[in-house]
């Protein structure tokens, strides 16, 4: 009886110990990546550069970021001797900023300042804003001019009495306005931004083209 005893025993510690042993096995083993995943990321669409669609890409992040990915963050509506465009003219002009860590393409998008015209200024092919980058755009109607070749020049300038200006989605879109700012009278080479930087309300500020808004 003592031995049959004993023999149980010893079968059910062997069962113990190929069950702990299979565990480790599956433990030690390595993860292989989700296909369906890498099936859904191979089948997104991208230029010859390797550059995302503007629409799948503003798709993907708004789905991530609260608001747009691109925020209008700073701007000068009287700008009389603060900063010159590339054709060492001081014009009015508008920052925008990237919120992420991926450069983001702007083809398509638009910017106006009526609102029954939201598709005043295109912006021209192959516009890119850096990943957490800035982006200048000069208000200054020199979009015809054959010596503005360098920089973005739009076809409107801002009022120094007020009004709105708005970046607007692509057309496959809808042209949904994606972030705007009414402002009233401004005062000459005073800045008029976000703090805090990319996220906040906009007040009177130190001018900071290009770079992140500090206060005055």
Known sequence: MVKFQLRIILILLGCVVFISCEKASQMLEPVMPDTDSMESMDSMDTSDTGMMDTDKMMDMMDAVLEGSPVVINELMADNDNTVPDPQGDYDDWLELHNRTDMALPLTGLYLSDKE???????????TVIPANGYLIV?????????????????NFKLSKGGETVMLVDTDARGNQVLDSVTFGEQETDVAYGRLPNGTGDFQVL????GVANLGE
Do not use: I, S, V, Y
Request: net charge negative; proline share 9%; glycine share 4%.
């Open 138 to 154: 000069w208000l200054d109607e020199d979009h015809d001019d054959e010596n503005a070749t360098e920089g973005l020049h739009a």
């Open 206 to 209: 130190q001018a900071t083209p």
């Open 116 to 126: 029954d015209n939201p598709t005043k200024w295109a912006f021209p092919e192959n």
